[in-house]
């Protein structure tokens, strides 16, 4: 199959989130499948200069575009992957985050600098660049992309069309006017279409022309047909239910694997699973943390946004740190979570550690030195950081909600007697639900055997993309089958 994939990042070319390792990996599992798949990505200034041998192969005219938009090929690194680049300077070529100012503002041009990624996809996908492809499939993914099924659905020959939602929460919502300065045409404006309450709501223009859209958990598909995860869409999602799929991530084990991991200064598998301490030693010292190996070390890696729960953990702050216990936090995100979580580390810098920022190699040494790794997600379509940390013999702790339910065995009696625990999960996103997955945490870590067994089940779990590659494919075929109905 042909298969155009298009995306707003990808790992390591540029990264905000964990959609970008699956744009970085994905890709490259269904091209191991023996598939011509391409990646298309806005050609950001960052990633311009990671990429060297860059050619521009094509010019397009596109709608609200007052230059021609040029299309550069390289490779995705490390595979047989085609990039194409979307270059257009006045959209992509400035500094910073893909989607926000340096002062934390959405870019007021944002729905222009996306529709036009998403425009450029329906041309090259339909062989009308001049580089001699045509895509069978179209694999979009959130509201950034979300307007390439939107359009393609007015094409008379087009290819199917796959749209995976990351995140409901963003939305890609604008006043009317952005819909006639967009110069979008006017079919797509209609309830069944991206009109969303007179206004455009680009992620339904995904959701209500894809032939098929997936989610990235099995529990998430099932959230957002609710009320209280489906951010208004709920209706629009239960109305194509029969197409509504879920697949749960993979991780890349090249990149997430204690063995090899190049950020760990000691290597481990189950086997020396004892060596880890010393990562955990190394890590105190460079938090500036007290080197004690029998203290539980706790770690969370996350954007600090209301979806992770932070404001659950900082309000089991004072119950926790009452207790013998460190906590290494690495985040960035609003700016009151940052403020207060700094707060509790100048009260209590012999038990928390933070450090605010964007670190990829401190997130992998969190992940292969802490003892437990806390996700307290209000929501989670899918979550990585727990499936690395399951990986890494690190416990998680995760509330039950999308993927994080999908991929941890909570630690109940039950599933400790049949030694298939690998996490502590809890209910309630409150701080007395927050404060006992806590202590059972900790309690468990003071019972060796348990504990050993907890890590040593986790570290057996696969989540490969294989596996997921393999389901994409059959949706995609599916896809086909749907086209037009
Ligand atoms: P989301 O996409 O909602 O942020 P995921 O769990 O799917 O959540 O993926 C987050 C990804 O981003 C993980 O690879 C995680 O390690 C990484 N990450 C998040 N925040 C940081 C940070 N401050 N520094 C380094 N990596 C981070
Ligand atoms: C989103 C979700 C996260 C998911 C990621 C990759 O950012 O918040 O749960 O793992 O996309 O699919």
Same mark, same amino acid.
């Given at each position: 199959?042909?298969?155009?994939?298009?995306?707003?990042?990808?790992?390591?070319?540029?990264?905000?989130?964990?959609?970008?390792?699956?744009?970085?990996?994905?890709?490259?599992?269904?091209?191991?499948?023996?598939?011509?798949?391409?990646?298309?990505?806005?050609?950001?200034?960052?990633?311009?200069?990671?990429?060297?041998?860059?050619?521009?192969?094509?010019?397009?005219?596109?709608?609200?575009?007052?230059?021609?938009?040029?299309?550069?090929?390289?490779?995705?690194?490390?595979?047989?992957?085609?990039?194409?680049?979307?270059?257009?300077?006045?959209?992509?070529?400035?500094?910073?985050?893909?989607?926000?100012?340096?002062?934390?503002?959405?870019?007021?041009?944002?729905?222009?600098?996306?529709?036009?990624?998403?425009?450029?996809?329906?041309?090259?996908?339909?062989?009308?660049?001049?580089?001699?492809?045509?895509?069978?499939?179209?694999?979009?993914?959130?509201?950034?992309?979300?307007?390439?099924?939107?359009?393609?659905?007015?094409?008379?020959?087009?290819?199917?069309?796959?749209?995976?939602?990351?995140?409901?929460?963003?939305?890609?919502?604008?006043?009317?006017?952005?819909?006639?300065?967009?110069?979008?045409?006017?079919?797509?404006?209609?309830?069944?279409?991206?009109?969303?309450?007179?206004?455009?709501?680009?992620?339904?223009?995904?959701?209500?022309?894809?032939?098929?859209?997936?989610?990235?958990?099995?529990?998430?598909?099932?959230?957002?047909?609710?009320?209280?995860?489906?951010?208004?869409?709920?209706?629009?999602?239960?109305?194509?239910?029969?197409?509504?799929?879920?697949?749960?991530?993979?991780?890349?084990?090249?990149?997430?694997?204690?063995?090899?991991?190049?950020?760990?200064?000691?290597?481990?598998?189950?086997?020396?699973?004892?060596?880890?301490? $010393?990562?955990?030693?190394?890590?105190?010292?460079?938090?500036?943390?007290?080197?004690?190996?029998?203290?539980? *070390?706790?770690?969370?890696?996350?954007?600090?946004?209301?979806?992770?729960?932070?404001?659950?953990?900082?309000?089991?702050?004072?119950?926790?740190?009452?207790?013998?216990?460190?906590?290494?936090?690495?985040?960035?995100?609003?700016?009151?979570?940052?403020?207060?979580?700094?707060?509790?580390?100048?009260?209590?810098?012999?038990?928390?550690?933070?450090?605010?920022?964007?670190?990829?190699?401190?997130?992998?040494?969190?992940?292969?030195?802490?003892?437990?790794? *806390?996700?307290?997600?209000?929501?989670?379509?899918?979550?990585?950081?727990?499936?690395?940390? *399951?990986?890494?013999?690190?416990?998680?702790?995760?509330?039950?909600?999308?993927?994080?339910?999908?991929?941890?065995?909570?630690?109940?009696?039950?599933?400790?007697?049949?030694?298939?625990?690998?996490?502590?999960?809890?209910?309630?996103?409150?701080?007395?639900?927050?404060?006992?997955?806590?202590?059972?945490?900790?309690? *468990?870590?003071?019972?060796?055997?348990?504990?050993?067994?907890?890590?040593?089940?986790?570290?057996?779990?696969?989540?490969?993309? $294989?596996?997921?590659?393999?389901?994409?494919?059959?949706?995609?075929?599916?896809?086909?089958?749907?086209?037009?109905?």
């Amino acid at each position: 199959m042909n298969i155009l994939f298009v995306c707003s990042e990808a790992h390591p070319l540029i990264k905000t989130g964990g959609l970008a390792d699956v744009a970085g990996s994905l890709p490259l599992a269904i091209n191991e499948l023996g598939h011509d798949i391409r990646l298309v990505l806005p050609a950001y200034h960052e990633l311009r200069a990671k990429c060297s041998d860059l050619k521009i192969v094509a010019q397009l005219t596109l709608p609200t575009a007052q230059h021609p938009v040029k299309i550069l090929e390289g490779k995705l690194a490390n595979s047989q992957v085609t990039l194409w680049l979307v270059d257009y300077p006045a959209a992509f070529n400035r500094p910073g985050n893909p989607y926000m100012t340096l002062q934390g503002e959405p870019w007021p041009d944002n729905p222009h600098r996306f529709a036009l990624l998403s425009r450029a996809a329906v041309e090259l996908s339909q062989n009308r660049a001049g580089l001699n492809w045509q895509a069978d499939i179209v694999h979009s993914n959130d509201w950034q992309t979300a307007l390439a099924p939107a359009l393609l659905s007015l094409e008379p020959l087009r290819p199917a069309t796959l749209f995976t939602i990351h995140n409901l929460a963003y939305q890609g919502v604008y006043k009317k006017e952005l819909f006639e300065q967009l110069e979008l045409p006017w079919a797509l404006w209609q309830q069944q279409g991206v009109e969303f309450h007179h206004m455009l709501n680009m992620i339904k223009g995904g959701i209500t022309y894809a032939d098929i859209i997936t989610t990235v958990s099995p529990t998430y598909a099932h959230e957002i047909q609710g009320s209280e995860y489906g951010n208004g869409l709920e209706g629009v999602l239960r109305h194509r239910n029969e197409r509504l799929f879920g697949i749960l991530n993979g991780v890349d084990y090249d990149e997430w694997n204690p063995e090899t991991d190049p950020h760990l200064s000691t290597h481990y598998n189950t086997l020396n699973f004892a060596d880890k301490i $010393k990562n955990k030693r190394a890590l105190q010292k460079e938090r500036g943390l007290p080197v004690r190996d029998k203290t539980p *070390l706790i770690g969370l890696v996350a954007r600090l946004v209301d979806q992770k729960g932070i404001d659950l953990l900082i309000n089991a702050l004072p119950h926790l740190i009452k207790q013998e216990v460190q906590l290494v936090i690495l985040g960035s995100g609003e700016r009151r979570y940052e403020q207060q979580l700094q707060q509790w580390q100048q009260w209590h810098p012999d038990k928390i550690s933070v450090q605010i920022g964007y670190d990829e190699s401190l997130a992998h040494r969190i992940e292969g030195s802490s003892d437990m790794f *806390l996700m307290p997600s209000r929501f989670e379509p899918c979550g990585l950081n727990q499936l690395y940390s *399951l990986k890494y013999g690190t416990v998680p702790i995760v509330r039950r909600a999308g993927g994080l339910a999908d991929s941890v065995v909570e630690a109940s009696k039950q599933n400790i007697a049949d030694q298939t625990a690998t996490g502590i999960v809890f209910d309630h996103a409150d701080t007395h639900a927050i404060c006992w997955a806590l202590d059972q945490a900790i309690s *468990l870590y003071h019972q060796p055997k348990i504990w050993q067994q907890l890590c040593k089940t986790g570290m057996a779990q696969v989540f490969d993309w $294989k596996s997921s590659a393999e389901r994409y494919l059959a949706l995609y075929k599916k896809a086909q089958d749907f086209r037009g109905w």
